[in-house]
């Protein structure tokens, strides 16, 4: 056996056992995600799965976490850390926890993070954990995404590590605490039980795994899983050449002010172990974009994840081990206490995986795609007029195209690069049925999507009619100056946009960030940005081209200027000569340019 | 009676089974021919002609009941081979069926790519008229912006129609319309309308099983009423029927109205198989296990009955007509094993398939497979490989194995393939607890039904996984889809959506809406020539806590009025079917009621089996040979496994009333059975093979 081969397999002395084990865990983890699916009540989770199920082990490290949200992923592990740095020794059976401080463990304060620890042999073993993002944790502004926010007291209710179930039984002293900290009380309860019924099913069935291997076998394997994970990621980054590679990306801005702040980011490739530094981005700002540590670390490891290795690969401890992330404190990336944060999960999440993305790219060409769409959508709220009650609705409909990539178009309308297409939008006809409002259209908006060898994904313009008396409406997106960047000669897609009451007299564009007070019959409109190109147009199929036309996904003049296709008369048939000398035409400028 | 004919046509074989007057099963198997399966079909049913001595003539003139479970509409899905579709929508939303609601199965995987639409975006037309959430038309129908669509279908030559508008569920008059302009516009189009195929909320749904619909139609017309036309000339007297998702048959003119309804028709009538087997062994708690080449199904029998799922995917494509709840894994015999770059050892999803096979096949495979597995574990017989018509090459697989896993992992061949096998074992069991764990059901108090050539040697195995405690290897099991076709029941099920608060229901309104739904449903099977005596009307709620977004179907009381009384019953169905589900039930909280459903059946007479008499058994009179099979858990052999002098009997030899310890392996020409160290086997009165845990 040859000595590199022999080092892949190093680490794992059970591979039938930890084969069987690991399955089991994401089964478990799977299947927790389907009861939070099923009986919640919150659109938010129901329909559009805006949360994440996790097990850690014994030693607060995740092991399995399959089901949920990339802006999830690791972070659960500071909140289970959180709450063994506060009780210690006094965490039983029967217990459940609740937090959601960012700074103390969690992402932003929507984000509830529930906690269950599973017992064997009067001994911890492990701790179920459900994060999920509520509609509403209080704040100035319904839904809890406040852009005039100067600190996080003003962006909703904190919840340090808290018990809130003893012996299987709710604390109601500190339900009702959070409770009357919301402006959806009763939703609030009821989703909070849904995730303790999520951890519930995987105590139930992590118990019954242990019962079949024993804690010894069972605990060996998970630190051999660990080992496994770690071990892959190691050979995946030996295999970078070694190298310093940077990145930047800007967010347009805080909402204060309209300075772009800068994310700058060096990824450092030595041997088996990657060093992620921030040095040189902007401070911390006024506004909600700041992103706290744990946060960050969630943005560089989805980089890492979605590009350094494949999908198969374990999400646990082990696997973020090789990767070492160094931010200063004070930085837009590793604020200080009490500096707002709210937008973090959404906005600075894009724009700190884009500039790891396009440091990545320096090394992995072939695995980095062009820039996805930012946020766009707003939360609206009001008293819906069928039933008198409050209502809030989050814009998941409307979303932006993802980035082309080597040998890949873009998805259409596939929503933010943070989330990569794990929110899924609700139907209209459950929207309208849920909410005060008509639709007018949700479909492709044409020429949105960036030219490439493989193009950006479209996105979709979208705009309804709202019939509440006094709607509020705040918007808390970003890429409304700083569109998906294009790679290799790809052009960038389209800038986020909205209005009210586009194509009115009383038409008002809207800012990336802010809240507005509507009236009844104003409508709302948005035009989320598409993703970006992926190498030079003039390079990609002309069949394809004319597909695309032909499906008004881009324009004719597009056709022409960004790709230099040319069409027989009024058809869809691409003139093939004319199209050669075109291009032809193209190259050779290109050449005396250079 | 006459006898009774169930042909499946499946992806290599079609098989047939005919039931005679004494209940006695023939079966026989010909090679499918996918590119008209019609001939596979008559190849066939000669071959059982010829055995009962009759020309084609006579046999179709005696059979009294013919059913046919057929591919076509999952084919023509599965290759892209459907008509050319155009599809009618509410102007401002063309995209809905290419947008998918913006989901991605795998979020971790940049690369996965979603099938392309059916209809491509220029054949997808908006056109204007809006209805609104109550059901009230807000804008009126434009009939010349459905002209200019159907003018343009023209021009592209377009086959198929698909409508889908805005909350058609709640009114229906806008898609109406449209049909009757396109019916005009463009004579011979196939054409589907969601308000018809599934009148139901959620447009991406509605619309994406419209459109398959028309996509597989066309295709399914010209199969089912040519095979059809051609069975009448040729003989065929009483009703042809086709079976469904559902588990039940339609008439073949209904299947191709419902095109969408026929797409798991093959699995789905090998879960009626398995019921039947419920109602004859008096086992009222089954799960059906079906292993083929590629995939692994499991499908759960609760209390004699299937359980339906309402929606589900099929080859990318979201189609929400009632389909019987089979959980699909590919996990078959052609499934490859493979190391990961960090060391752990993994099964599937990759599969060699048939072509080119596992390794010992000799076609051409060079990855080692479950199959391979087996051989080398001496699972199946190296020189009885489909009963002796097939030559395998042993050396190679054990090679294969040696150089891809064992090696690198540092164990003997054996010890690998008994890893593959144990890992393959495990992603069965999950599957298997998917359909039961995850939905309630304890498997502890279930017995699995094992069905396909290979899954009986590793049932026991996924019985210990999953805690049950018997197997039943049915004597069919090769043929179990085209035996379940005879015992389908005519089966219509239809949904109306019916919005209801409890408390607070209006008991009239309900009564009313249930008796009109019931009235259409009897109405349609009587259609489909059911004498009106032999309907069973069951009825469904969709319901769910105030505010919660996905329901639980619970059945309620059939065949009266609906009183409080009754009310209260399905409330307490509903809290303990949600606390089963989901661990925890809120009485304190409202209910929410979505849809009422109705299924209408048509009993169909079902085939008493021939019994024959228990002998004092004497296994020895079937035994042919010792061979050396690898067991784990048995004498010395108990952690690391070891081969193992065992007997190996001729299934066709042993008799009702024979009972054999573990370990040993049953033979025959097609199915291989591997009674496992600590289980115990006897043969029932039915031929069937029960296999019992002993310890």
Known sequence: MSKKRKREFEGTKDPITLSVIYNRLLTINQEMGITMVNTSISPIFAEVHDFSCAICDWDNRIVAQIDGVPSHTASAMEAVKAVSRHFKDDINAGDVFVLNDPYLGGTHLPDITIMKPVFYNDELQFIAINRAHHGDVGGMEPGSYCPNATELFHEGIRIPALRIYKNEEPIMDVVNMIRINTRMPDDIWVDMKAQVASCRVAEKRIIELIDKYGVEKTRNTIEDIHRYAENRMRLEIASLTDGVYTGESFLDSDGFTDDPIRIKVAITIKGDEAYVDFAGSDKQVTGFVNSPMANTATCVYVAFLTTVTTPDIPHNEGVYRPIHITAEEGLIVNPLFPAPVASCTLDTACAILEACWMALSGVLPDRVPAGWNRWNGPTITGIDPRTDDFYMMFGFNGFGGAGGMSGLDGRHYIGDGIDLGGLIAPNIETNETNYPHITEFNEFTEDSCGA????????????????????????????????????????????????????????????????????????????????????????????????????????????????????????????????????NKYKLNNRRED | MGLRVGVDTGGTFTDCVVVDENGGIYTFKELSTPKDPSIGLYNVIRKAASFFNKTLKEFLESLEFFAHGTTVATNTLLTGTGAVTGLILTEGFRDTIEMRRAHKENIWDLRLSVPPPLVPRYLRLGVEG?????????????????????????????????????????????????????????????????????????????????????????????????????????????????????????????????????????????????????????????????????????????????????????????????????????????????????????????????????????????????????????????????????????????????????????????????????????????????????????????????????????????????????????????????????????????????????????????????????????????????????????????????????????????????????????VDDFHAAHEKLYTYSTPETPLEIMNLRVTAVGAVEKTALKESRGSRGNAESALKEYRDVFFTGYGDTVETGDFIKTPVYDRNLLKPGDRLAGPAVIEERITTVILHPGWELGIDTFGNIIMEASV
């Open chain 2, 130 to 570: 809006r209805i609104d959430y109550k059901g009230a038309v807000l804008k009126d129908l434009s009939e010349e912006d459905v002209v200019r669509a159907c003018s343009l279908f023209k021009d592209e030559g377009v086959e198929a129609v698909a409508v889908c508008t805005l909350f058609s569920f709640l009114n229906d008059i806008h898609e109406k319309r449209i049909r009757e302009i396109a019916l005009k516009e463009l004579p011979g189009v196939f054409i589907s309308i969601s308000s018809e195929v599934l009148p139901q909320i959620r447009e991406y749904e509605r619309s994406s099983t419209t459109v398959v619909n028309a996509y597989v139609g066309p295709k399914l017309t010209v199969y089912l009423s040519n095979l059809e036309k051609k069975l009448r000339d040729d003989g065929l007297k009483h009703a042809f029927y086709v079976t469904a998702s559902n588990g039940g048959v339609m008439t073949a003119e209904t299947s191709i109205r419902h095109a969408s309804a026929t797409l798991l028709s093959g699995p789905a009538a090998g879960a009626v198989g398995a019921m039947y087997f419920a109602e004859l062994l008096n086992k009222k708690n089954l799960i059906l296990m079906d292993m083929g080449g590629t995939s692994f199904d499991v499908t759960l029998i609760n209390n004699g009955n299937v359980t339906l799922s309402t929606e589900g995917e099929i080859a990318g494509y979201r189609v929400a007509k009632p389909m019987i709840d089979i959980n699909t894994i590919g996990a078959g015999g052609g499934s490859v094993a493979w190391i990961d770059r960090g060391g752990m050892l993994k099964v599937g999803p990759v599969s060699a398939g048939s072509d080119p096979g596992p390794v010992c096949y000799d076609l051409g495979g060079s990855k080692p497979t479950v199959t391979d597995a087996n051989l080398l574990l001496g699972y199946l017989n190296k020189d009885f490989f489909l009963g002796g018509e097939m030559k395998v090459n042993a050396p190679a697989a054990e090679n294969v194995m040696h150089k891809e896993i064992a090696e690198p992992l540092g164990m003997t061949a054996a010890e690998a393939a008994s890893g593959v096998f144990k890992i393959i074992n495990q992603n069965k069991a999950d599957a298997v607890k998917v359909v039961s764990v995850q939905r309630g059901h304890d498997p502890r108090e279930y017995a699995l039904v094992s069905a396909g050539g290979a899954c009986s040697i590793h049932a026991c195995k996924i019985a210990e996984e999953v805690g049950s405690r018997m197997v039943i290897v049915p004597r069919a099991a090769s043929v179990f889809c085209a035996l379940g076709m005879l015992e389908s029941d005519i089966r219509l099920d239809s949904v109306k959506t019916f919005y209801a608060n409890i408390p607070g229901i209006d008991l009239d309104e309900f009564n009313r809406v249930i008796s009109a739904a019931e009235s259409k449903a009897l109405k349609e099977l009587i259609q489909e020539g059911v004498e009106e005596k032999k309907v069973t009307l069951l009825r469904y709620l969709d319901m769910r806590y105030a505010g919660q977004h996905h329901e639980v179907t619970v059945e309620i009381p059939n065949g009266c009025t609906i009183e409080k009384d009754h009310i209260e019953r399905i």
């Open chain 1, 452 to 583: 490439g060898k493989f193009r950006g994904g479209c996105g979709a313009k979208y705009r309804i009619k709202l019939y509440d008396e006094e709607p509020t409406l705040v918007m808390f997106g970003d890429g409304k100056v700083h569109p998906p960047y294009g790679l290799y000669g790809g052009k960038p897609g389209s800038c986020n946009l909205a209005f009210i009451n586009e194509g009115t007299e009383e038409q008002r564009e809207l800012k990336a960030k802010e809240s507005v007070h509507l009236k009844k019959g104003d409508t709302y409109t948005s035009y989320p940005s598409g993703g970006g190109g992926w190498g030079d147009p003039m390079e990609r199929d002309p069949v394809l081209v004319g597909e695309d036309v032909k499906n008004g996904i881009i324009s004719k003049a597009s056709a022409l200027k960004d790709y230099g296709v040319s069409f027989v008369n009024d058809s869809f048939t691409v003139d093939i000569k004319e199209t050669e000398r075109i291009r």
